[in-house]
């Protein structure tokens, strides 16, 4: 038994042992209340169950304002349904598309596997503790974390809801974005990483990065509490991915020949078709973080398509004006730059709004991804960081500058609210600290186990034919 295969059968044998333990919590728990009450237990995020309604209800007094029970909108669980598939569209085959055009031809496979699996090991982790921790209330830790309650999806049922939706949907729709944020990391040291050591860094950095911050942002914890905005993950899901594939590729170094080399990417038609699918997928990924088939989803999809659109051709603008020539490559690069730049931002503003944010990130992430790259000397070999990380932050800032009160209920610095952009580089600093600290120990404790990189010869030869005895012809 190999050393990888030792400590994924510890893995799976320590998870065995808490479920165990969980199954048994829960047994005595539900014997002891069975005594006391007839009734299902509420969990602390369940917002309603579906039931006869009891014959008679006192009528409340005066000055009381009685509670309105929460019920099931078929219309809003059908989109969130939709959106949720279009969502995992963009992890598989999207991101895993136009990922692996953009490598070369002999780590084409080894790209589209690690992603492939990564959408495999994070659905397990989240439904095992991932969105227990994210999403149900930690007591006293409740700002920086959630609680056990939920592990298995403890107590959630068909009749489960969250707002006006199933729980089992809110919980599959924030499945797929914790699919994806492991996912474009691997963009980042792309060619020269184990594959044992990308499926032990990604567990690891799910529970460790990944769920903290949703919780900080989305799950009461304290980010939420001081009026951070991020409607759909410009924090949450980019800064950290960027934020850990710069830590990362800077750790493990540069690949072999680079600069000198030629890196340029081996099929640019299947990155094409991947950022389409990235393009399509967002709408879900933006529009559907409203929650409901409203009007607050109809303008995030408004503002997700401008701000694309927008960024897109003032990449392709700007690098006609640098290099002389506009390129397939920076078209795709700059309208996945926008559709980052505009997710934290698109429940917040208006057209307009999305119109600044997208030229911003396009021009941005142009010289971050090329001539500072180059200046500093890192080689993030599919620019997550230049596109993820420096568009999420992009997006961030300019949320608190162009957010419309009316829109998303919070103003921002053009309608008289500077403090808003100062929330909003307090909510950027703490996720790239916490980030940035967490992957670097993830990334130490990943290399003691198994080591992080492949050797020279492997890598001079291929990681698909060397890591999984496969080739592209």
């Known amino acids: ?28 728990e539900g014997a002891s209340q069975a005594a006391t009450a007839q009734s299902a237990q509420m969990t602390e995020f369940q917002v309603a169950q579906a039931e006869e309604p009891p014959a008679e209800e006192p009528l409340a007094e005066a000055g009381e304002e009685a509670e309105p029970e929460a019920t099931l909108d078929t219309g809003d669980t059908a989109w969130m349904i939709v959106a949720t598939a279009i969502v995992l569209m963009m992890s598989i085959p999207g991101l895993a598309l136009f990922y692996g055009g953009l490598v070369r031809k002999k780590g084409v496979l080894a790209v589209l596997m690690q992603v492939f699996t990564i959408v495999c090991l994070m659905t397990l982790l989240w439904y095992i503790v991932g969105y227990s921790l994210a999403a149900t209330d930690g007591g006293s830790l409740n700002a920086y974390i959630g609680g056990f309650d939920k592990m298995f999806l403890a107590g959630i049922g068909t009749d489960t809801l969250s707002g006006t939706i199933p729980e089992s949907v809110f919980f599959m729709f924030q499945l797929t974005f914790a699919a994806i944020t492991p996912a474009l990391i691997v963009g980042a040291f792309a060619d020269r990483m184990k594959f044992s050591a990308v499926c032990i860094f990604m567990c ?91 009007g607050g989803a109809g303008m995030a999809m408004l503002a997700t398509q401008v701000a694309t659109a927008a960024a897109a051709l003032a990449w392709m603008f700007v690098e006609w004006l640098v290099h002389k020539k506009p390129s397939v490559l920076g078209i795709i690069s700059g309208a996945v730059a926008g559709l980052v730049a505009i997710t934290p931002a698109c429940g917040f503003v208006d057209g307009w709004g999305a119109l600044w944010i997208g030229i911003a990130a396009g021009v941005i992430c142009f010289f971050m991804s090329t001539a500072v790259k180059k200046a500093l000397g890192y080689d993030d070999s599919l620019d997550v960081w230049g596109i993820h990380g420096v568009g999420g932050i992009v997006g961030a800032i300019l949320t608190g500058v162009f957010a419309v009160e009316a829109i998303g209920g919070t103003a921002g610095l053009l309608e008289g ?43 001079i030869e291929g990681l698909d034919i060397n890591l999984h005895g496969e080739t592209v012809q």
């Open 1 to 28: 038994m190999t050393t990888f295969a030792k400590y994924m059968f510890g893995v799976v044998a320590a998870l065995f042992l808490v479920a165990l333990f969980h199954a048994d919590s829960a047994f005595a």
């Open 417 to 459: 609210n500077p403090g808003q952009v100062l929330t909003q580089l307090w909510g950027i600093v703490a996720t790239i600290v916490w980030c940035g600290i967490a992957t670097f120990v993830i990334l130490i404790v990943t290399n003691i186990l198994v080591g992080l990189r492949v050797s020279e010869p492997v890598e």
């Open 204 to 294: 690891l950095w799910l529970i460790i990065v990944y769920v903290p911050v949703w919780h900080w942002v989305w799950g009461g914890g304290f980010l939420s509490e001081d009026g951070v905005l991020d409607f759909a993950g410009g924090t949450v899901v980019h800064i950290n991915a960027g934020v850990a594939a710069l830590v990362a590729c800077i750790f493990l170094g540069k690949r072999v020949g680079y600069p000198n080399e030629n890196m340029a990417p081996h099929n640019l038609v299947l990155s094409v078709i991947g950022a389409s699918l990235l393009w399509v997928g967002w709408f879900g990924f933006n529009a559907g973080s409203a929650l409901g088939a409203n």
